[in-house]
């Protein structure tokens, strides 16, 4: 295993050899010298310019003896750029097996001078290929334009046994991307620690998220044969097939999310749908060809986002879309969680579980958001415990008025459960709106203050009755009802790492020591 080394000033691709006295200047004609487990260097304060693709071109051995790229010397990142991308990536590309690649302390400048091209960082599996094992820490991704975003991890829509997981981010920065500070599509096992992303949402025409997540997704409003009755077929591609149809839905209101049928899938029942024998049907009641019908495949799952932060994410004002969420469980995200994160003055909601189930939002704080402290649609048991939404809702381009939810259920959610927390509205809002075709929603043990009412359909159990008399930064005074109010469900830690007492406060604060009045 050999370490190389790189600066693009004082180095030289003809008479350099590549080590720390004679290094190389550029990193694209040398990827060949370099061996599975080898460690590349890049000198702090220099640049490289990427004329084609930014690639890892050798998996490491292990988690412990991984190929490494990173920095050397003092001063700022060494930064990465890509002015005249001919690829629509600057990509990070697993076409062979890549795995267990290291990146530490570099900068990824995503803009371009193409005019056709947007540049963004992309780890890929594709075909039948797999990544894994990926560490990134101390990188910063910035600038990616258009609809583009500043890092994607992605299953490939045309692989079929393909599949990354295994990645985590720590002390990232993901900012100023045209749509997405990150997202992670049909993958699993995706960790993000101590990360940030802000002023994301920029240019793109649907709008971006801050950090986000999703399956493969088909959207299609025709190519429908009937069967029989109401009952329409099509013809899945070998990906989807593979990535197996667990989601589907309509625009129709009442029936958004469909149920599967696997008893007799070529003969749904209205609002089910079945799959067999490479084709997908449905049933909603009406022809679906001239519908808008989205179906998931790939899934993505296991996505965990702890200490992270994301503020001022924006939505484009020219977008149909509520976007612009600090975090997004999007487009079917399930079993995942964000922990101890805080989300704050974003264009759209602070947290959001958008048709996925199983997802826990737990020790979190989220405030002078412009939607919402956290929005759910068409998802199933989600968790909120242990966190403080406060001073949400303030309105935007899109939503400039309203009596919505400082939590806000919009339609076909079942069964959420919100403990513990501290819900703060503005006056005018609704604590938890749960209306819209939402059942089985329980609040227990909440402070919900400041609020036109408490909650439009669920009835709270063992409420914390008053001010909960919080400072401006919306900490428990020292004379708070939310002290010890709490049920105990371990010593695990507040939103700013304290060690939560037993019984512990209501709310994303807690502290073996009082905060000042």
């Given at each position: 295993m050999?370490?190389?080394?790189?600066?693009?000033?004082?180095?030289?691709?003809?008479?350099?050899?590549?080590?720390?006295?004679n290094p190389w200047a550029t990193y694209e004609g040398k990827v060949g010298s370099t061996a599975s487990g080898d460690t590349c260097l890049f000198k702090r304060g220099t640049s490289q310019i990427i004329y084609t693709s930014f690639r890892a071109p050798k998996s490491g051995l292990s988690l412990a003896q991984p190929f490494v790229m990173g920095a050397?010397?003092?001063?700022?990142?060494?930064?990465?750029?890509?002015?005249?991308?001919?690829?629509?990536?600057?990509?990070?590309?697993?076409?062979?097996?890549?795995?267990?690649v290291t990146l530490e302390d570099l900068d990824f400048d995503c803009a371009t001078t193409n005019a056709t091209k947007n540049t963004s960082i992309l780890l890929a599996a594709q075909t039948t290929s797999t990544a894994t094992g990926w560490r990134i820490?101390?990188?910063?991704?910035?600038?990616?334009?258009?609809?583009?975003?500043?890092?994607?991890?992605?299953?490939?829509?045309?692989?079929?046994?393909?599949?990354?997981?295994?990645?985590?981010?720590?002390?990232?920065?993901?900012?100023?991307?045209g749509e997405h500070g990150v997202i992670a599509i049909g993958v699993s096992g995706i960790r993000y620690y101590k990360c940030r992303a802000w002023s994301n949402g920029l240019t793109a025409t649907q709008g971006g998220h801050g950090f986000s997540s999703r399956w493969?997704?088909?959207?299609?409003?025709?190519?429908?044969?009937?069967?029989?009755?109401?009952?329409?077929?099509?013809?899945?591609?070998?990906?989807?097939?593979?990535?197996?149809?667990?989601?589907?839905?309509?625009?129709?209101a009442n029936r958004l999310r469909l149920t599967k049928n696997t008893s007799t899938p070529t003969a749904p029942a209205l609002d089910e749908f079945g799959v067999s024998a490479g084709e997908l049907y449905i049933n909603v009641g009406v022809t679906?060809?001239?519908?808008?019908?989205?179906?998931?495949?790939?899934?993505?799952?296991?996505?965990?986002y702890e200490d992270c932060q994301a503020w001022g994410?924006?939505?484009?004002?020219?977008?149909?879309?509520?976007?612009?969420?600090?975090?997004?469980?999007?487009d079917f995200t399930e079993d995942s969680f964000v922990r101890r994160c805080k989300s704050y003055d974003n264009e759209g909601r602070g947290f959001s579980s958008n048709r996925g189930d199983r997802n826990i939002i737990e020790d979190c704080l989220a405030y002078r958001n412009q939607l919402c402290g956290v929005?759910?649609?068409?998802?199933?048991?989600?968790?909120?415990?242990?966190?403080?939404?406060?001073?949400?809702n303030i309105g935007n381009v899109q939503a400039p008025t309203g009596n919505l939810g400082v939590i806000q259920f919009s339609p076909n959610v079942a069964n959420a459960a919100i403990t513990n927390c501290v819900i703060v509205g503005k006056g005018t809002d609704i604590g938890v709106d749960d209306t819209a075709f939402a059942s089985g929603t329980t609040i227990?043990?909440?402070?919900?203050?400041?609020?036109?009412?408490?909650?439009?359909?669920?009835?709270?159990?063992?409420?914390?009755?008053?001010?909960?008399?919080?400072?401006?930064?919306?900490?428990?005074?020292?004379?708070?009802?939310?002290?010890?109010?709490?049920?105990?469900?371990?010593?695990?830690?507040?939103?700013?790492?304290?060690?939560?007492?037993?019984p512990p406060c209501v709310g994303a604060f807690d502290a073996p020591t009082f905060a000042i009045a």
């Open positions: 050999a370490t190389w080394y790189f600066d693009s000033v004082a180095g030289s691709d003809t008479t350099g050899v590549g080590s720390e006295a050397y010397g003092t001063g700022a990142n060494p930064v990465f750029s890509f002015p005249n991308s001919a690829g629509s990536w600057g990509a990070i590309l697993n076409g062979s097996n890549l795995s267990y820490r101390r990188c910063r991704f910035y600038n990616a334009g258009g609809n583009t975003s500043g890092f994607i991890v992605r299953k490939d829509v045309a692989a079929t046994t393909a599949a990354v997981t295994d990645v985590r981010f720590e002390y990232c920065d993901f900012f100023n991307n493969n997704r088909t959207d299609v409003t025709s190519g429908w044969t009937l069967v029989s009755g109401n009952i329409y077929k099509r013809t899945l591609s070998a990906a989807e097939q593979a990535g197996s149809v667990d989601y589907v839905q309509s625009p129709i679906p060809n001239g519908l808008s019908i989205r179906y998931a495949w790939g899934r993505c799952w296991d996505i965990g994410n924006r939505i484009n004002t020219l977008s149909t879309f509520l976007e612009g969420n600090g975090f997004a469980f999007d929005g759910t649609n068409t998802s199933k048991d989600l968790t909120i415990r242990r966190s403080t939404f406060a001073a949400n227990t043990g909440c402070s919900i203050t400041n609020v036109s009412a408490a909650t439009t359909t669920a009835t709270p159990t063992s409420p914390i009755s008053g001010d909960p008399l919080l400072t401006a930064d919306y900490r428990p005074r020292t004379d708070s009802p939310l002290w010890g109010a709490g049920t105990f469900a371990g010593y695990v830690r507040d939103v700013e790492g304290r060690q939560r007492q037993n």
